[in-house]
């Protein structure tokens, strides 16, 4: 059985920084892709970042290219999620998801969105704020 345990999100001010980590247990990390969705209320959940558990190849959203950076740590199962320079753009709820099609995980963001993307976690609200 696939699981998350997630930290990050909360409450910043525009220009702040804030930190996600999702540790997954019950499959083999290497197998996954592992990223970030986020989601406004009646919106559909679009990607944010995604990262190959094995290579590191990491992909983004161009709203997020130059400001989040996704690494992982194989030797933990975690991937982590530093966003800097927040704006009010980034107000949403932040969900970790994992897929072993790693192939989604660029694809997510030109054509199939939350397509294939197997594991979810709970969420966490960002809000940027002044």
């Known amino acids: 059985q696939v699981q998350f345990v997630e930290s990050g999100g909360g409450q910043v001010q525009p220009g702040g920084s804030l930190t996600f980590s999702c540790e997954v247990s019950?499959?083999?990390?290497?197998?996954?892709?592992v990223g970030w969705f986020r989601q406004l209320p009646g919106k559909e959940r679009e990607p944010v970042s995604c990262?190959?558990?094995?290579?590191?190849?990491?992909f983004y959203a161009g709203a997020a290219k130059g400001r989040f950076t996704i690494s992982r740590d194989r030797a933990k199962n975690t991937a982590t999620m530093q966003m800097n320079d927040l704006n009010y753009g980034d107000t949403a709820s932040y969900l970790c998801?994992?897929?072993?099609?790693?192939?989604?995980?660029?694809?997510?963001?030109?054509?199939?969105?939350?397509?294939?993307?197997?594991?979810w976690g709970q969420g966490a609200q960002v809000t940027v704020s002044s």
């Open positions: 019950g499959i083999t990390f290497d197998r996954l892709a």
């Open positions: 990262i190959w558990g094995d290579s590191g190849n990491a």
């Open positions: 998801a994992a897929t072993r099609n790693k192939p989604y995980c660029w694809d997510a963001f030109y054509r199939t969105g939350i397509t294939g993307w197997e594991y």
